[in-house]
């Protein structure tokens, strides 16, 4: 019986249009690990395991980022520079009313699960690179932020977004 990595293998070696569908938590969840990580049976299915317990106890969200109005390019701090999902469900019900071609990025909450809130700290605030998982750090309370930023980044700032169910 097939286990995710050999889902997963199957479809990388198949060539663009010949790839049958693979599930987008997986793909993510293998992407999140290094290059040389990819092809390791244990590594793959320990990061898909552990991407799905994240998902199950809240401790993921979905960014979609709006950083465009207009012509005017919106910054972290904007109340509609990105778009906080509390899953894949309700992105996509966002899409399908707001932006049908829209893509939403899943990133882990450190600090607990998600709650009407998170806080975002970007090493980078002049930084696009959403999908990047080093892009954004997504917290659960802004005393988990403001702790983090003690530690790692003292001048940094976080900034707080309402998470759509």
């Known amino acids: 019986m097939a286990d995710t990595f050999d889902r997963w293998i199957e479809w990388a070696n198949n060539p663009p249009g010949q790839r049958r569908g693979l599930p987008s938590d997986v793909h993510a969840s293998v992407m999140?690990?290094?290059r040389e990580d990819r092809t390791d049976r244990e590594k793959v299915n320990a990061a898909v395991e552990h991407r799905a317990?994240?998902?199950?106890?809240?401790?993921?969200?979905?960014?979609?980022?709006?950083?465009?109005?207009r012509g005017t390019q919106r910054t972290i701090g904007d109340p509609e520079w990105v778009k906080v999902f509390?899953?894949?469900e309700a992105a996509d019900r966002w899409f399908d009313k707001h932006d049908p071609e829209g893509v939403a990025w899943e990133y882990e909450i450190d600090g607990g699960p998600r709650q009407a809130s998170v806080w975002i700290f970007l090493v980078d605030e002049g930084s696009r690179k959403i999908g990047d998982r080093a892009w954004i750090k997504l917290f659960a309370s802004e005393e988990t932020a403001e702790k983090?930023?003690?530690?790692?980044?003292?001048?940094?700032?976080?900034?707080?977004?309402?998470?759509?169910d």
Do not use: C, H, K
């Open 32 to 34: 999140s690990l290094d």
């Open 53 to 69: 317990e994240l998902r199950r106890t809240g401790r993921t969200a979905w960014i979609y980022l709006d950083d465009f109005d």
């Open 86 to 88: 509390a899953s894949a």
């Open 148 to 164: 983090w930023l003690e530690q790692n980044a003292p001048s940094g700032q976080s900034w707080e977004y309402p998470v759509e």
